[in-house]
């Protein structure tokens, strides 16, 4: 008992529960986060299933109009509530870190949820990771200035709210913690690995226990058949890493497009969301996340041309 009253000890238990606390907050705000996005989607298309389930039965001026109306919500959300909730969500945490020391306004985290779920919801290509990353670091960072944590240890503060929420989302919690460590904090330290190591765990055990202990993809049974096909792999990461450049490449190109249009800020996300509707009048695989189609390819529901094709059509639909 001597020990805690030392004030570096006490002061790394504080950090501690402070983390516990940020797990459980972010946990829950995952599980929100879930329940807007089908509440959303449901809202706009009177089904909350996976819209290959159903894109046959939604009109083609629907498919065109209800991306423009969900992009044009959101805009109106971003630009009225909280312009930082704009973008994918990791870059503008590791700015909030770099620049302000960790500090995130405390709006940010609902108006993330709300832009997000109205965006995915209405079809917008997009996914949940980059969303559940700021939403869980402003969570994480609002308890940091709630209990004026040292600006020293608020990057830990944000880096346990990004691997609770990367962890609630996918039911991966050692994703989170290694994610948190190394894109968010950087550094794998005893400091600052404890508490990130904490609120991952915490925030999985409440995701498990409204959604069960579940992957996020069901993939089947492979065997390896002759030792020739481990040729392939690199060129597999060959082929992955350039279409990832690409895709990088191409939405940044994308963000300087749209930044320079005469427009308010608020409007272009509906054009956005009408061109992304147009298209998927003739591929609705790019609609939201894009799990269906994911597990669609991953259970070989696809022909080649398709999924080739998908590359560079869910890059511009992005």
Known sequence: FRRLKHPRVARNVRQLFLAILIGVLAGYGAVLFRFAL??????????SADFLTFA?????????G??????LAAGLIIHFFAKEAKGHGVPEVMEAIALRGGHIRKRVAMAKIMASAITIGSGGSVGREGPMVQ?????????GQVFKVPGLHMKTMVGCGAAAGIAATFNAPMAGVLFALEIIIGDFGLMSFSPVVLSSVTATTISRYYFGDLPAFVIPDYSIVSLWEFCFYPLLGVVSGLAAMTFTSVLYRFEDVFDALPAPGWLKPAAGGVVLGAILV???YVFG????????????????GLL??????KIIST
């Open 66 to 71: 209800l991306p423009g109306l969900g992009g």
């Open 289 to 304: 996340v894009g799990y269906g189609a994911m597990n669609q390819a991953l259970t070989n529901g696809m022909g080649l």
């Open 38 to 47: 089908k509440s959303m989607q449901w809202l706009f298309y009177h089904n």
């Open 56 to 64: 046959d039965r939604v009109p083609v001026w629907l498919k065109i």
């Open 135 to 143: 939403i869980g670091s402003s969570i994480g960072s609002t308890v």
């Open 282 to 284: 003739f591929c609705p």
């Open 308 to 313: 080739a094709g998908l590359v560079g059509i």
